[in-house]
């Protein structure tokens, strides 16, 4: 059983578009919700993290929106650049646990 | 900088080998982790450990073991190879408590069972 869910699987965007990443969750005591950008050949790295106290986080071109009453929370690439290309995942983690519950991935290529 | 490395980028190994997949961090992180990535499916959890000689099964431990004697390397083995665990294996770590959520993955062994 998947515990967080991704869509879309796959995203093409022009370059400048807001492409849109959404995850859903059932399990109320998950504690902080991390997403991760995968480049080709390389190994996922954090990009953001919120926590479900808050509604939205930004970082540069990065922003989460986080919605606790319909478990969901999504996250918008602002002025996308054929940079930004790449792999994203969402996670979740469950109080005082040590391990992460990942999404499937989402590919996003954006065209120049 | 933060560092976690895999001992191998590309392995062909045959159906029915033992093989080893080490990872090494130099972050004195107390939690390692193994996955397997597939396409469509993710990052799925195989193992992982939280200090020196423990470990906890993740979401497909089956057809694989772990080794953690030293804090800073963390091994998966597989004990019979087979060619549905032809992957791509990918290793993380991750200081514990809070932070936890943070993890630090290498670089990955792309593995070829035939």
């Known amino acids: 059983q998947q515990q967080v869910k991704q869509s879309p699987q796959s995203l093409i965007v022009q370059k400048g578009g807001i492409p849109i990443i959404n995850c859903a969750y059932e399990?109320?005591?998950?504690?902080?919700f991390p997403w991760y950008q995968q480049f080709p050949g390389k190994g996922p790295a954090l990009l953001i993290a919120i926590r479900p106290d808050v509604s939205e986080k930004k970082e540069g071109r990065f922003t989460i929106s986080f919605n606790k009453s319909a478990k969901q929370f999504s996250l918008h690439i602002m002025d996308s650049q054929p940079g930004d290309s790449a792999t994203y995942f969402c996670a979740a983690r469950q109080t005082g646990a040590n391990n992460l519950f990942f999404g499937t991935g989402t590919r996003l290529t954006v065209i120049p | 900088d933060v560092k976690v490395t895999q001992s191998s980028r590309y392995l062909v190994k045959r159906t029915g080998e033992k093989v080893f997949l080490e990872c090494v961090q130099d972050m004195d992180h107390e939690n390692m982790f193994w996955y397997r990535q597939d396409p469509g499916l993710g990052l799925r959890l195989i193992y992982f450990?939280?200090?020196?000689?423990?470990?906890e099964k993740g979401d497909i431990p089956e057809g694989y073991s772990v080794s953690r004697e030293k804090k800073e390397r963390f091994s998966l083995i597989l004990e019979s190879a087979s060619t549905n665990q032809t992957s791509m294996y990918l290793c993380?770590?991750?200081?514990?408590?809070?932070?936890?959520?943070?993890?630090?993955f290498g670089p990955g062994t792309r593995l070829t069972v035939t």
């Open positions: 993380a770590s991750s200081l514990a408590g809070e932070l936890s959520y943070e993890q630090y």
């Open positions: 450990s939280y200090d020196v000689k423990m470990k």
């Open positions: 399990n109320t005591a998950f504690d902080y």
